[in-house]
């Protein structure tokens, strides 16, 4: 249906909160929710359904924003001051470059083990890493470059899709006890002195990165940046985080249920989804577990799209504004010049750590990783600090700023980042003052 009709905006299912939703979610996150399961058990419940709640008042901010003024959440940060601006811009590159090495390897993961243990291929050498993790990115640099949004969007569905019914299988057949399930929603916290950190990382981590924020930039590529699509976004939305929310259950389950009761010991980071693999082979038979590599893929190479779309959108309007173009030039949208060379950055020049880390083991650039983690830390917090005041003032429509349970919803969720970003940051920084002593 055109926007430009008179008549009732109609939902669908599959939306931008789908593709940001899904974008936030990847292995890293996956790997955390099944350590805290196999750890902890269903204790930490909690803390993900918490988790599910703050990304809801997020994402709803961004996109209330973009939708009440058909402004872009960046033209937010703008009225604020320049302060936005400087930290903004050496974060997007300096993010963006890390990340992208980063994602590129751990979605090849998955199929670097499959090739090495399908029995098509037994026999043959392992395969190694970053040829695949090459492969991914140009993947991922094709798909974007050549497809229009709604393109992007079936794409990204279709990955959701499988690496939904993937995980959501793997608890039904884990059969948990739902009563032990339900226990896990009574607040309760892990025993040790970084506990209560521990646990807002958790329910901080999943699902949650700078793609928060190009909610509002799908939103526009949708057509879904007028008023009258105010209660669609919001749906959209909260259906988004409610799938997400079951997915990370079903993580957490299979964490309780698998790898608890196998008594194995995840390794942090991409590696330990291997860990799963091997474990669901042995309990379960081979086919399980490629089932699940391929399910890990999907994980991996969503967030690589959504990533390699949205951010070079938020790019794109960053460098549109700051050259006095605006959002609505052609250079500030999708396929203009800006995007283009925030695509090529994603792709391009990480390969360079990749083939060095893969080939030479070549470590990361220490400085440049630091940088990445102070940055990163202080996203989360950053975008909740401002939809404080552009959602409180007359930058909105009186109609559509926040109300009272909107606010406190929205404070409760800037404390919680606050606290875990100042925490993320010192553990950020420490291997500089490690350094220097």
């Known amino acids: 249906m055109s926007v430009q009709q008179d008549h009732k905006p109609k939902w669908k299912i599959i939306g931008p909160g789908l593709v940001v939703a899904a974008t936030g979610v990847g292995s890293a996150d996956m790997v955390a929710t099944l350590v805290a399961g196999s750890n902890y058990g269903y204790m930490l419940l909690w803390a993900v359904v918490l988790g599910v709640i703050l990304k809801i008042v997020l994402v709803e901010g961004a996109g209330r924003y973009t939708v009440a003024t058909g402004k872009t959440i960046f033209e937010g940060w703008r009225t604020l001051g320049r302060w936005p601006v400087w ?149 959209d939305n909260t259906m988004a985080y409610v799938v997400t929310g079951i997915f990370v259950i079903a993580m957490l389950i299979v964490g309780v249920e698998v790898v608890q009761a196998a008594g194995v010991a995840i390794q942090s980071g991409d590696a330990g989804l291997l860990d799963l693999d091997r474990v669901l082979r042995e309990r379960y038979g081979d086919f399980l577990g490629i089932w699940f590599l391929i399910g890990f893929w999907a994980a991996g190479f969503s967030s690589v799209l959504g990533v390699w779309n949205g951010v070079s959108l938020m790019f794109a309007d960053f460098m549109g504004n700051v050259t006095g173009k605006g959002s609505d030039h052609p250079d500030s949208r999708l396929d203009g010049k800006w995007f283009r060379a925030y695509l090529i950055w994603l792709t391009f020049p990480p390969m360079i750590l990749v083939v060095l880390t893969g080939i030479f083991g070549v470590a990361q650039p220490f400085f440049l990783v630091l940088l990445y983690g102070a940055l990163g830390a202080l996203f989360m917090p950053f975008l909740a600090i401002t939809l404080l005041p552009i959602l409180n003032t007359d930058r909105v429509p009186r109609e559509y700023r926040n109300r009272w349970h909107t606010n406190t919803a929205l404070v409760i969720t800037t404390v919680v980042f606050v606290a875990l970003g100042i925490y993320q940051l010192i553990n950020a920084l420490k291997p500089l003052w490690e350094t220097a002593g």
């Open 87 to 235: 930290y903004f811009a050496p974060y997007i590159v300096i993010w963006g470059f890390v990340y992208a090495a980063s994602a590129m390897s751990s979605t090849a993961m998955p199929i670097a083990a499959l090739l090495n243990e399908v029995p098509a291929f037994e026999g043959t050498v392992f395969v190694e890493l970053w040829p695949w993790a090459i492969i991914t990115g140009l993947l991922g640099f094709v798909l974007v470059w050549f497809n229009r949004y709604k393109t992007f969007e079936k794409i990204t569905a279709a990955l959701v899709g499988l690496m939904f019914i993937t995980i959501v299988v793997l608890a039904f057949i884990a059969a948990p006890n739902v009563l032990n399930v339900l226990s896990g929603l009574v607040p309760l916290l892990p025993e040790g002195d970084n506990a209560i950190f521990y646990t807002l990382g958790l329910a901080g981590g999943v699902g949650g990165t700078i793609t928060l924020a190009a909610y509002g930039y799908w939103l526009r590529e949708k057509g879904w940046d007028k008023p009258q699509f105010m209660r669609v976004m919001r749906i």
